[in-house]
């Protein structure tokens, strides 16, 4: 994942509440990156 990708997801997470759940409640890094790759 790129820096800017990364810029995009947390962006992204901070003005989605469900999506911003989905990565508090994420038990690693790991498990938050999955999340991002899913969402492209």
Do not use: H, K, W, Y
Request: hydrophobic fraction near 50%.
């Amino acid at each position: 994942m790129s820096t800017d990708q990364l810029r995009q997801f947390l962006l992204t997470s901070l003005r989605d509440p469900s999506l911003r759940e989905q990565v508090l409640q994420a038990v690693s890094a790991d498990a938050a990156a999955l999340i991002a790759q899913e969402l492209g």
